[in-house]
């Protein structure tokens, strides 16, 4: 008898009013099964359901979406038919939640203690022990100084703190289940690795089972026993971790590797046509909803419904053997040194803070001694972990900041001292890519309107603008309906295009774009590279901030490493990668998921925690 | 937590310096001539130009005010032209009144208003918010001083359940000592005068605090739906927290953070809205001695109580900067 299990579970979400009211399936018909001490793995991109599987669990559906049909049991009883408060006393006893974004997951104006001992008194601590018993519960994910911790607030500490803290909590009342989603979703690549390593050891030690609901396939590999993968709120194929790896058998399972740029080689991405259908679109969907992306189908894919069938390796596609045609794309063309003119020269840049009051003032330093050059149609990568400069760098090199020393020298001309004419210079050839392009546009202009606006400030006349707009969305892959749109409208990786298409609007010589592909899914992401590698044809140059070595590695000729606001290592992207000269380098190499199933983490080697 | 407070009491003192300077030079520049106001109708050119001098009115603006902030330093206001007397112990005679009207006017609108955000906040959905809206808007839309004639009527008049002017009933003395009814009355054991102040109170302070307490209640609600929404709202009730627990131990303070510096702000409006309602209850507070010394153009007391105004309106927000910083650990320096 398995701990936990979900019988053909269908969740829909009402959606329009009247008579026009339609119910589509978030999740349909999804059964799933988890042992006592196992990690199932739910891959999915946004909108494949997984977070609403966590929601259910919980019995906080959000308002609009309820259960349709199927059953949850949990140790042997089937917890939809109980009561709300019964389901809700389970809450962080029996079941335990780890969420994505941990900062963000900690009440801000409470301390660490208060957090903590508010959990306890729930579970029925007597209040004498709370404070051992929290310290007790910090020295358990190894952190450091557990006693001086307990009076601090979530925002003095790190990431990786905060996510220790709440693993500490979701540990406490040694739950028999814990949904993780996305746990390291918002942490730097080494402390990614370190709190997996964590999870994997105390899950291991309580025989916990685990449901880790996340959109890397390759991350879920790593740490899980067996995955499910969701498209469209249904599960397409399921089986053990490293079989489904090794030999998917949906299409989509395929594409979701091949769309995903490995740290360990540089190979072509997989590019699927379009998104994974919407909300609306589930309402009327039919037949195998990833039929109108596929690259296998048949005609009559899209007309049956498919059912999961299999007993260890289930799949929900009529042609599994198809699947192993899909093969990888050609690798992208090897690099050639750039041979074009120096496009921009930076040399000792630093960025140092003031910080304190009038009394016990000192400095802080972003960025210390930043020296590179680039040359025209380059892309140099820019890596490091948060914190470590990346960002103001870009912030330096576009004006949005002064450096408190060094130079740097765009197009042949001083644009240090960021008057008149170094602005004027900056416009002429450089355009910034924001991270988030919901806040990077104006949500009340139009799309086109969004997409001139650097020659709107320049006066240009609108058929030249219109004409301009039509061109970019076209080379974007975004459809001229779109024009007349407003931001709000769009999906996340369209509003990225626009964002994209409004910088080349000013035909820069150099695009600064920060994190710009970090919050997508791997489908997207693959989209948005496919992008801006076709850029490279027109000559621009890239400085390309990331966290992600991988996609650093797929796209850049050049990369610089940073640490701690200092460049520790700058070289040719192919010999940075296979032959690292730093540390640091060495060890964010380590620290990144690597490309085929590795073995779990063990309990053994666990490192002391840094973030 | 008291050197930051005297910290923002001290920057707020050029604000204040700031503020005596204009108010002395917008009360120079009205059409006014104290010297005329303080002799007896039919006085002679030479016998105003003689009072002039006296009263130091023909030196350069600069100067006057100069001698002015010198002698304010030292508590010395001048003399009222009206009342001849001084104007600091006018000032100070008045203040107690008006203090504990607008004290507990605050106190009613913060406790109406936090109960109303709550209650909105509660109701958000039901078929009793638009309702409980409806309330709010009327108390918003009336001002305090036509909730203070529908009292006077309603209560006073009609109902004859409250005395409808005055701070104690006729025959009653107030004990010597602060010049605040209540601890004066509790200090001499008079609980009678203590009731009596209290009976006084209760309709002046209560028109003052529902108009004050219909926006704290709207900028509570606001900020708690916003609140609502954070993840580590989901993440508490996740661990199985109680949903009014939630709101009490995890949304309210979170969203008080943003209310608190709007009760700041609205002090003074509060304030404004307290010496019209002395006015028609007949206190003998800063706002009667305001409107008498307007209709005699006593210009002293009137720079006094502007001044007055001023200083309280900066020591009510310093306060709440503070209370903000209780509230808010991100704000303090690590």
């Known amino acids: 008898m398995s701990l936990f299990a979900v019988s053909d579970l269908t969740v829909t979400a009402r959606l329009g009013k009247g008579n026009e009211t339609v119910f589509a399936p978030v999740l349909r018909g999804v059964s799933l099964t988890l042992d006592r001490g196992m990690v199932l793995g739910i891959v999915g991109e946004s909108g494949a359901g997984k977070s609403m599987l966590g929601r259910a669990i919980a019995d906080q559906l959000p308002a609009g979406f309820a259960i349709a049909s199927g059953r949850m049991d949990f140790a042997r009883r089937n917890i939809l038919a109980l009561t709300p408060a019964t389901r809700r006393a389970m809450l962080g006893r029996d079941i335990a939640f780890i969420p994505q974004d941990p900062i963000a997951a900690l009440n801000p104006v409470r301390t660490i203690f208060s957090q903590l001992r508010e959990h306890f008194a729930q579970l029925g601590l007597p209040r004498h022990q709370h404070r051992a018993r929290a310290i007790e519960a910090l020295a358990e994910v190894q952190l450091p100084d557990p006693a001086d911790l307990l009076g601090c607030f979530p925002h003095q500490l790190s990431g990786g703190m905060c996510q220790r803290v709440l693993i500490a909590m979701a540990f406490a009342s040694r739950p028999r289940l814990i949904v993780a989603d996305e746990p390291t979703a918002a942490l730097d690549a080494p402390v990614q690795a370190r709190i997996l390593e964590l999870m994997a050891a105390l899950q291991r030690r309580a025989g916990t089972a685990v449901l880790f609901l996340t959109r890397d396939l390759r991350l879920a590999t790593g740490i899980c026993d067996r995955l499910a993968v969701l498209y469209a709120g249904a599960v397409v194929e399921e089986g053990g971790a490293a079989s489904v790896l090794a030999r998917p058998l949906h299409p989509y399972t395929r594409a979701l590797e091949l769309a995903s740029p490995s740290p360990d080689m540089r190979r072509g991405l997989m590019v699927l046509p379009d998104h994974m259908p919407g909300l609306a679109a589930l309402a009327t969907a039919n037949g195998c909803r990833f039929a109108p992306r596929c690259p296998v189908r048949s005609a009559g894919c899209a007309e049956r419904e498919i059912p999961l069938i299999g007993d260890d390796r289930r799949v929900a596609c009529q042609y599994p053997e198809r699947t192993s045609r899909i093969v990888p794309s050609p690798p992208p063309p090897p690099f050639r040194a750039s041979a074009g003119e120096v496009l921009l020269q930076v040399d000792g840049l630093a960025r140092r803070f003031r910080v304190g009051g009038l009394f016990r003032r000192r400095e802080m330093s972003a960025l210390e001694d930043a020296s590179f050059t680039l040359r025209e149609g380059e892309f140099l990568g820019v890596v490091g972990a948060s914190g470590s400069g990346k960002s103001t760098l870009a912030r330096l090199i576009v004006g949005l900041d002064r450096p408190t020393a060094g130079r740097i020298t765009l197009a042949g001309a001083d644009v240090t001292r960021g008057d008149a004419a170094a602005r004027q210079i900056r416009r002429a050839n450089l355009q910034m890519v924001f991270a988030d392009p919901a806040s990077a546009l104006n949500p009340r202009r139009r799309i086109g309107s969004i997409i001139t606006q650097a020659l709107e400030a320049a006066h240009r006349p609108a058929v030249e603008r219109e004409a301009v707009a039509a061109e970019l969305m076209r080379a974007m892959g975004l459809d001229s309906e779109l024009v007349a749109r407003l931001p709000g409208q769009l999906s996340g990786g369209q509003r990225q295009r626009v964002s994209i298409a409004r910088a080349l609007a000013a035909r820069p010589r150099l695009l600064v774009a920060d994190e710009i592909v970090a919050g997508f899914d791997v489908a997207i992401q693959a989209q948005l590279l496919a992008l801006l590698a076709r850029l490279r044809a027109s000559g621009i140059a890239l400085i390309f901030i990331s966290h992600d070595l991988a996609v650093v590695r797929h796209l850049c000729d050049r990369v610089v490493v940073m640490q701690a606001g200092r460049i520790v290592e700058a070289g040719e992207t192919e010999r940075v990668f296979t032959r690292p000269q730093a540390d640091y380098t060495r060890e964010l190499l380590a620290a990144a998921p690597p490309d085929i199933g590795p073995p779990a983490p063990t309990l053994l080697a666990i490192p002391p925690p840094s973030g | ?334």
Do not use: K
Not at chain 2, 15 to 32: G, Q
Not at chain 2, 115 to 138: C, D, Y
Not at chain 2, 202 to 226: D, E, H, N, Q, Y
Not at chain 2, 276 to 290: K, Y
């Open chain 2, 1 to 334: 937590m008291l050197r930051t407070l005297a910290w923002r009491v001290a920057v707020a003192l050029p604000t204040l310096l700031v503020v005596s300077a204009l108010i002395f030079a917008a009360l120079r520049l009205l059409p006014v001539d104290p010297a005329v106001t303080s002799l007896p109708a039919g006085a002679t050119r030479a016998e105003i130009a003689t009072m002039r001098h006296a009263m130091g009115l023909d030196r350069p603006l600069p100067v006057q005010y100069a001698i002015w902030l010198g002698r304010a330093l030292h508590g010395d206001f001048g003399q009222s032209i009206h009342l001849h007397r001084p104007v600091g112990g006018l000032v100070r005679d008045a203040l107690p009144a008006t203090i504990e009207l607008a004290g507990s006017a605050m106190a009613i609108a913060s406790v109406l208003g936090i109960g109303g955000g709550l209650l909105l906040f509660a109701l958000r959905g039901r078929r009793l918010e638009p309702a409980l809206e409806t309330v709010i808007t009327l108390a918003m839309s009336l001002p305090e001083f036509l909730w203070a004639l529908l009292f006077v009527f309603v209560f006073g008049v009609a109902l004859n359940l409250l005395p409808v002017t005055g701070r104690l009933a006729p025959g009653l003395a107030q004990p010597p000592g602060t010049g605040f009814l209540f601890i004066d009355s509790l200090r001499a054991g008079r609980f009678d005068v203590f009731w009596s102040a209290l009976l006084h109170l209760v309709m002046p302070a209560s028109a003052l605090g529902i108009a004050f307490a219909a926006p704290i209640a709207r900028v509570l609600r606001t900020s708690l739906l916003a609140v609502w929404e954070q993840d580590y709202m989901r993440q508490a009730r996740l661990r199985g927290v109680s949903e009014t627990r939630l709101l009490l131990a995890h949304a309210l303070r979170n969203a008080a953070l943003p209310t608190l510096p709007f009760i700041g702000r609205q002090f003074g409006v509060l304030v404004g809205g307290a010496l019209l309602v002395e006015v028609i209850f007949g206190d003998p507070g800063i706002g009667s001695l305001m409107v008498d010394a307007l209709r005699h153009a006593d210009l002293p007391v009137i720079q006094a109580v502007g001044l007055a105004y001023c200083a309280a309106v900066l020591a009510i927000n310093a306060a709440a900067g503070t209370l903000q910083l209780i509230l808010d650990p991100r704000l303090r320096r690590s």
